[in-house]
């Protein structure tokens, strides 16, 4: 036997190398590049696919989908919500014992604590020279405007037909040059004030004290459309802008209050709107602002009265409403909570909870961490956000680190225990625990919400399967292979014939083995069969 393989490799010639490594390589550059185009569209491997889903269940014997069955079964979650009003990605929750496997589509939301154009965002062009907001997001906040502040009662107004183009002008000294064309030809046009106070205005001071004179016409608008409300549908139109108008006016001279340090007076306005009920408070979503204000006095109780009214199963859920549940909890254990201890004695049921609630938040929005922990730089947050995005995640870092960095030991307790979120979740991501499963939609809207020079962070990443790596191996190396066969040919062959002699050596040992022990009229038997 052994002279027969010796012959059979000394038969074999340079050139039957090169075709057998030449032809190892395009087969495996083949499957690669299959591979990898399966990969891309569907974000797995294709043979690592069916060796779960085909050959893995035909050699157990089990039946996949009663595996699945009882782990969605044994999992804990959240119960099950109502259908999102709100349609976005996340906001609410439901467990895995649901088996619900539709994820929402991805909604962007106005950013709640939007900073001001001139006096915040203009700011910081002229210092770094360099964009804060995208042209996406701008476009967004002018389609809110003309949905706020525009109606069908307007027909015929110049001011109002004015400011209708001013929100549509890309460039800011033209939206500030139609403002004061209305103003022109109406002082109480209010969507004119606004404008200016939110991009002409340099300054907090400056941008409230035009937000005052604002206030007045705006409430004089209100009351005049109110009394006219019902003889027909202009009325009704032109009142429900009046109203919008207002409420925003408000809203606004509030998130003065709150920049210029009267955290009092900007919790009670902040307080008597979240009573109002208009459409537009479901879009501006001003108890996160009463949040913001109310932890900045550090006012725990209040928030903790406030986050009990609004983390609800059924209503949306933001990264303000998960991290500060987190805070508050994290706040009691922090200042005395030591990983050593913890992992010799265990953790308390205080402790528990406070990282229970730590979980809870990081699976919502995973990207949050890092810029509360100064892993990953800060910017100015856009105007509009994407929840459980990277957007949400930078808007309420910006806002929210101060409160964090208040709380002795919070950030401590977040830095040891975040991490431990990720392994709780389902690989690969097709059930959440306590929430929907993460949205895949978040990379392409975040980079479209947030500027050029910002490494938008990404979750989950997604890594090369085994397979991919392994193939991309093979076929370098069966590539490298064939050139050096092909430009030298004897000493390759000498070196095959020795890899070849060197593989068969267990098989040369087997086969004279059995021919010691076993008769050899028996093999001759096998042989001729």
Known sequence: ???????????????????????????????????????????????????????????????????????????????????????????????????????????VWRNPLNLFRGSEYQRFYWAANKEPLTYYDMNLSAQDHQTFFTCEGDAGKKEYELMQTAWRERNPSARIKAAHEALEINPECTPALILLADEEATTILEAEKILRSALKTAESNYR??????????????????????????????????????????????????TKEVPPIMHVLNVHENLIEALLEMQA??????????????????????????????ARLVADKFSPDIASKKGLTAAEMTAVEAIHRAVEFNPHVPKYLLEMKSLILPPEHILKRGDSEALSYAFFHIGHWKAVDGALNLLHCTWEGTFRMLPYPLERGHLFYPYPTCTECAD????PAFHDVSVYPKKELPFFILFTAGLCSFTAVLALLTHQYPDNMGTIARSVLSWLTLPFTFILERLEGTVPSNLLQSLSRV
């Open 1 to 107: 036997m052994e002279n027969l393989a010796t012959m059979f490799l000394s038969t074999l010639t340079p050139k039957f190398y090169v075709a057998l490594t030449g032809t190892s390589s395009l087969i495996s550059g083949m499957i690669l590049i299959f591979e990898w185009w399966y990969f891309r569209k569907y974000g797995a491997s294709f043979i690592e696919q069916v060796s779960l889903n085909h050959i893995s269940p035909w050699i157990s014997g089990a039946d996949s989908n009663s595996e699945n069955n009882s782990s969605s079964n044994g999992s804990n979650g959240a119960s099950t919500s109502g259908s999102s009003t709100n349609g976005n990605a996340g906001s609410s929750t439901v467990g895995a014992a649901s088996g619900q496997q539709t994820v929402p589509e991805c909604k």
């Open 224 to 273: 005049k459309s109110q009394q006219n409300q019902h003889q027909g549908l202009s009325m009704e139109c032109t009142h429900r802008r009046d109203t919008n108008v207002l409420i925003y006016v408000k809203r606004r001279l509030a998130m003065c209050a709150r920049k210029l340090g009267r955290n009092k007076e900007a919790v009670k306005m902040f307080r008597d709107l």
């Open 300 to 329: 725990y109780a209040d928030v903790q009265a406030v986050l009990a009214k609004y983390d609800d199963i059924s209503l949306p859920k933001s990264a303000t409403i998960c991290y500060t549940a987190a805070l508050l909890k």
């Open 447 to 450: 980079r479209e919400l947030l």
